[in-house]
């Protein structure tokens, strides 16, 4: 076929790079956010932090320029380029005269604070850093190097440490670990066992076991032999430990012909052991939740405020602003093109901002119920609902509740908490289900321990409070809040 060249019309919806850039800000969390603007304030010279926060009589944050900080940023320039042009015997008696007045003031301060500048670097001391924790390899590989055992059992022990997972447990059994040794090596399956002996005696005791039984064994033998209910406790776990899991007392007291206080000793007993032995030496960074949203209670009804804290503080750099207004060449292209986008970056952040306060403030008002008694009052509420009245489509509510958070008198919440499903009630209502929840863990805190209460059994009470949920449904609200079902919250 001959190319031809023909013209075709069509519509498209494209999003423009500000707005693009508005939608990343807004779904993107605090941390992220602040990722972000570091990234965005080390590319853009035009960008900086800003040492004062304004804010504008509605109380929203304000990062832009007025026109009197341009203007004040034009007499500075000028008196500045003024000042170059003074003679050189009047600008040196100007700063003669400063000398002097500083000196002045000098005088004034403390002794301790005048001669602080003659303290040589040397008398302060570099302040402390935290000693990184030991992990529990390093742990473990301390004590063996301490230890007056041979190289090559030292080795083996090491082998052993490094096949040892975050909990202290050796998962890899030792028939499949001399398999994978080289036979250059001359490591029989006795050296295996006699390093594994030596490396179960290692601090924190159960280290280095190889099921949960073989860990809790550990932990009770290395007890003194005269604790109380120590040789029942070992046998309990070495012949019945699936039964007492399962919670049968009945048959382990029939068992061990014991009764109730004896056995309620030793489960105390078994259940202070720690099934997890490496577990403390797995710690990680605490992180900090920075919400973005206070609520708080103004005249009898609560309000939500945004966290001044929370937000960046950006402003544009004068300098390079003022530059640009004096030189428009070619040269100034790039900066001009900076300068716009430190613009859109400030204006989209605001923006932001204002959205998740305009959605907050339609989630309070909506759940004030909520912050008076708590998740039992938690009335339906579903994305479309607040989309609707601010005029926002429901993908932004969705983006908005997302990594955002709530301070509130009881607690902090993200934004989604305060969103979910109904269940219809006798009355032609409906209920949350944050609000069954809270009412299915009410009845499991009051309910009678050695009767325990079961799914269809608090099915049947939400029946009566006018609640229709269904058994299987219990159990899914009951699982999501991590409950163990009735058998396992049974005790005697």
């Known amino acids: 076929m001959k190319p031809t060249l023909q013209l075709k019309l069509s519509q498209q919806l494209r999003l423009t790079p500000q707005l693009q850039q508005s939608i990343r800000l807004l779904q993107m969390s605090t941390l992220d956010l602040n990722q972000e603007i570091e990234r965005a304030i080390q590319e853009n010279p035009l960008l900086e932090v800003a040492e004062d926060w304004d804010t504008s009589e509605t109380g929203q944050p304000s990062g832009t320029q007025d026109a009197q ?14 000042s170059e042009s003074r003679p050189v015997d009047e600008v040196a008696t100007e700063a003669k005269t400063t000398a002097e007045d500083n000196q002045d003031y000098a ?64 998962m890899q059994d030792l028939d499949e670990l001399i398999l994978m040794l080289p036979s250059e090596l001359k490591i029989s399956k006795d050296d295996l066992h006699i390093a ?28 003194p032999e005269d604790t ?21 007392f009945i048959r382990i007291k029939k068992f061990l012909k014991c009764g109730d206080q004896a056995l309620r000793a030793i489960r105390q007993l078994i259940t202070n052991l720690n099934p997890k032995p490496g577990s403390q030496f797995n710690i990680t960074d605490a992180r900090y939740i ?17 966290n001044l804290d929370a937000i960046p503080k950006l402003s544009i750099n004068h300098l390079y602003a003022n530059l640009l207004k004096y030189k428009r060449d070619e040269s100034s292209r790039g900066l001009s093109s900076q300068l716009n986008e430190a613009k859109w ?19 309070v008002e909506r759940q004030q119920q909520f912050f008076e008694h708590g998740a039992v009052a938690m009335r339906p509420l579903v994305l479309r609902e607040i989309a609707e009245n601010l005029s926002l489509h429901e993908s932004t509510i969705s983006r908005v509740t997302t990594q955002k ?20 009630t006798d009355t032609g209502g409906a209920c949350s289900a944050t609000a069954i929840r809270a009412l299915i863990k009410e009845l499991v805190q009051s309910e009678n321990q050695k009767k325990p209460l079961s799914d269809n059994r ?5 029946e009566q409070q006018g609640i229709v949920v269904a058994r299987r449904t219990v159990a899914k609200y009951r699982e999501s809040m991590q409950i163990p079902p009735a058998n396992l919250r049974k005790t005697f």
């Open 345 to 363: 970056l400030i204006k989209n952040i605001q923006q932001r901002s204002i959205t998740i306060l305009n959605v907050s403030n339609a989630i």
């Open 196 to 223: 594994l002996e030596y490396l179960q005696l290692l601090d924190p005791v159960g280290v280095g076991a190889r099921d949960l039984r073989e860990c809790l064994m550990l932990q009770l033998r290395a007890l």
């Open 107 to 170: 005088a004034d301060w403390p002794q301790e604070y005048r001669n602080a500048q003659d303290v040589r670097d040397d008398d302060y001391e570099s302040p402390q850093m935290a000693a990184k924790p030991l992990s529990l390899r390093e742990h473990l590989n301390l004590q063996v190097s301490l230890s007056q055992i041979s190289e090559h059992d030292r080795s083996i022990v090491g082998l052993l440490i490094d096949s040892l997972d975050d909990n202290g447990y050796l």
């Open 458 to 462: 608090i099915s049947l009470i939400l």
């Open 228 to 248: 109380a209910y120590r040789k029942l406790a070992i046998k309990v776990v070495e012949e019945y430990l699936d039964i007492l899991a399962v919670r049968d």
């Open 290 to 306: 920075v919400p973005d949203i206070v609520v708080t209670k103004v005249d009898g009804a609560w309000v939500a405020n945004l």
């Open 69 to 82: 900080d341009l203007q004040q940023d034009e007499q500075d320039v000028k008196a500045s380029q003024d």
């Open 405 to 424: 958070f709530m301070y509130t008198p009881r607690g902090i919440f993200e934004l989604k908490y305060f969103f979910g499903s109904h269940v219809a």
